[in-house]
């Protein structure tokens, strides 16, 4: 991947992180809880009960709750998922829609050795949020010039990066889509949507996302999180990356 350019903060992960799940003996209770879930969601127990239960059970803390939440899924809803997702060979001369905010700060994560979390259905997640505003960080445009550089090699015929309009700098996010685009002669086009998880589900579109309601309402999609982390670390996953 490229070298960081800008002098700006990590996204980084919080204090309480390593504790929470920097040791086997939290990365096993996480797993053991997953376990649960699953058998809760697949026999069709509603999921804030589930979680409620279940966190309770294995006292797991805000942010252990959120990872477990990433990571959960139904039996019925992984079966669906996987039915839809596309291998890198099926991307070429296709047009795809980037869940922007989304797919930036699960990559910005990782490279900043946040943790990241594997769920059931494949796809890797982070448990940070925009909380309305978006702010750079330091991987920012290491993570959309790698992105720019995987779909080029897969041959797509286009990119269109889809922001959500009512966040905070997405209007800048956009710009700055643009003048990177035109750097690297990526074949990039850039909306701004207040209804993007809509948006993203609506026709046959090919998607890029690891939001769990766009997964299951979408025609189809690609799962780059696990491209990228596979191609960086094809033999031992870092500590930071947690599985079930």
């Known amino acids: 991947m490229e070298g960081k350019t800008e002098s700006l903060k990590n996204r980084g992960k919080s204090s309480e992180d390593?504790?929470?799940f920097g040791n086997e003996k939290e990365e096993i209770k996480i797993i053991e809880a997953l376990k649960d879930m699953h058998y809760l969601l697949s026999r069709n127990f509603p999921a804030k009960a589930s979680v409620g239960l279940v966190g309770n059970r294995y006292r797991l803390k805000t942010r252990q709750i959120k990872a477990l939440q990433g990571m959960a899924a139904s039996s019925k809803?992984?079966?669906?998922?996987?039915?839809k997702e596309l291998t890198p060979e099926e991307l070429k001369d296709r047009i795809i829609y980037l869940d922007g905010f989304n797919v930036i700060i699960l990559l910005e994560t990782l490279l900043s050795q946040g943790f990241v979390f594997k769920g059931l259905d494949g796809c890797y997640r982070d448990i940070s949020s925009?909380?309305?505003t978006y702010k750079r960080v330091s991987q920012t445009q290491e993570v959309l010039v790698t992105i720019g550089k995987i779909f080029s090699k897969l041959e797509l015929e286009k990119v269109i990066w889809v922001f959500d309009a009512p966040v905070s700098n997405s209007g800048k996010m956009k710009s700055f889509c643009y003048e990177l685009a035109q750097q690297h002669n990526f074949n990039w086009e850039v909306l701004l949507d207040n209804s993007p998880d809509k948006?993203?589900?609506?026709?046959?579109?090919?998607v890029c996302s690891s939001d769990a309601w766009i997964l299951?309402?979408?025609?189809?999609?690609?799962?780059l999180g696990s491209y990228v982390i596979n191609n960086l670390f094809p033999n031992t996953k870092p500590p930071y990356i947690i599985e079930p």
Request: net charge neutral.
């Open 77 to 83: 809803d992984v079966a669906l998922r996987k039915s």
């Open 130 to 132: 925009v909380h309305g």
């Open 199 to 206: 948006f993203l589900c609506e026709g046959d579109k090919l």
């Open 216 to 223: 299951n309402e979408c025609k189809q999609w690609f799962n």
């Open 18 to 20: 390593d504790k929470l």
